[in-house]
């Protein structure tokens, strides 16, 4: 598959170099140049196919040639090495759990599914491809497990000092190997613009191989649409008329399960449900996009203020606002909103959800109130005890932590920390 730029204005790029530079040379995010929907023996038989084979059937024809079958269906089968089980907690609501993965966010599969691609592309090459990416919690844990021993990649990953969790800079400073941690003197944003300044700095890139590992690059954004087939395999049996509310930041979960749309998967409707940092929310009511700084909130993950996936769904519909409002609604909601909806959830159902699967379900509640016959299903993206101090105040229960957590708790921290981006470059370059 070929992938062109959507600023337009770079050479149309194979799968494995749009894998290797992440962006296109003109700053465009890549976009596929085909979809090619699956044959309805495809969603006839689903029952009778396991993850991995739903997987390796949607994806094929986004990785092929460059990845060869038998070495594809390897990637997919190490890439879900667990479950993603739906629990239903009433006729209308359900949660599709995306958090069972190594380090208990949704992000592990697009990471994994990255990683492994990449690791094929530079087993027999020389030179070595170093996966730079900043972190604001959840994608540094899961880019650093994934990559953990990918021979030919070095990661770094640099974090705010002091505002991640206890638990997630474990996960990103705990690893050795190939995996660096930079701990930045400074914010996200902070983060975010060293980064961005090292891809444009010519006298470093002529030097070494960057690569991004977040939402923009494809093989870790296109993985994303396999979680929708997943929830479709439990559900159809019961239910018509399913609906999909993804908590949403930077807007890569979403857009993947709309590409799962475009194979012919039959999703009736699409929610985005956001915290107070809501441009899309807005932009469904005006028609005007307006990215705003980001505004932080509990559901963390999701203080976005300009999401870079946005440009893909408005492709996906040919930027017709019409369309696309037929297909997308969108919610806000505040941490007010978001802590009650977690204890409703907990009152109602027993399930203890985290904040992003609150949020969720509150896109859920507003959809079903006008939209009464659907099925909807809110992707719970993380693990509430990645959140455990708001999830243990608004429950009042102490939480077992699971294995995955357990397991980095007594690990060491291992860091450098940086102040400038002069930092960054004499560690890159060292
Ligand atoms: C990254 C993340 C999100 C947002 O996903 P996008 O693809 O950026 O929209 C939601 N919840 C959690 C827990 C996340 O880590």
């Given at each position: 598959m070929n992938y062109y730029s959507l600023n337009h204005k770079a050479p149309n790029s194979t799968f494995k170099n749009a894998v290797i530079k992440?962006?296109?040379?003109?700053k465009g995010l890549y976009f596929p140049e085909s979809i090619t929907p699956l044959p309805k023996s495809f969603f006839d038989k689903i029952d009778d196919l396991s993850y991995s084979e739903i997987a390796f059937e949607a994806i094929k024809q986004f990785v092929a040639p460059e990845i060869p079958e038998d070495v594809l269906k390897t990637i997919v089968e190490e890439t879900l090495s667990f479950d993603f089980p739906v629990v239903k907690l009433n006729d209308n609501i359900s949660t599709l759990e995306l958090f069972h993965g190594p380090t208990m966010a949704f992000k592990d599969v697009g990471a994994r599914f990255m990683a492994r691609c990449l690791g094929y592309f530079n087993k027999n090459n020389d030179k070595e491809v170093t996966v730079l990416v900043a972190t604001s919690g959840d994608t540094g844990g899961a880019v650093a497990n994934g990559f953990l021993?990918?021979?030919g990649v070095n990661v770094v990953i640099l974090y705010p000092s002091g505002k991640v969790s206890e638990i997630q800079e474990k996960q990103l400073t705990t690893l050795g190997q190939n995996i660096k941690a930079l701990e930045v003197n400074g914010t996200f944003d902070d983060c975010q613009a060293m980064v961005k300044t090292a891809f444009l700095d010519e006298s470093l890139t002529s030097q070494m191989q960057l690569t991004s590992a977040n939402s923009i690059n494809v093989a870790r954004w296109?993985?994303?649409?396999f979680y929708f087939m997943f929830a479709y395999k439990q559900l159809h049996n019961q239910y018509d008329n399913i609906v999909f509310s993804v908590p949403s930041g930077n807007f890569g979960n979403i857009c993947a399960g709309m590409m799962a749309q475009k194979l012919?998967?039959?999703?009736?409707h699409f929610v985005a449900s956001n915290n107070v940092n809501n441009v899309v929310t807005r932009y469904l009511i005006s028609q005007l996009y307006e990215p705003k700084p980001s505004i932080q909130t509990i559901?963390?993950?999701?203080?976005?203020?300009?999401?870079?996936?946005f440009i893909r769904i408005q492709e996906i519909y040919k930027n017709d606002f019409v369309t696309l409002k037929e297909n997308l609604s969108s919610f806000s909601f505040t941490d007010e909103e978001t802590k009650a909806a977690m204890l409703e959830i907990f009152e109602n159902y027993n399930y203890v959800a985290d904040p992003h699967g609150a949020v969720g379900y509150l896109g859920c509640k507003s959809y079903l109130n006008e939209n009464p016959d659907a099925h909807c299903v809110f992707l719970?993206?993380?693990?509430p005890t990645k959140f455990l101090d708001v999830v243990e105040n608004v429950v009042k229960e102490e939480q077992p932590l699971p294995e995955q957590i357990q397991s980095v708790m007594g690990k060491e921290k291992e860091a450098v920390i940086v102040s400038t981006y002069q930092d960054l470059k004499d560690f890159l370059l060292n």
């Open positions: 992440g962006l296109a040379p003109d021993g990918v021979k296109l993985p994303q649409l012919g998967l039959p999703i009736k559901s963390n993950a999701m203080d976005v203020g300009a999401p870079s996936n719970e993206t993380a693990h």
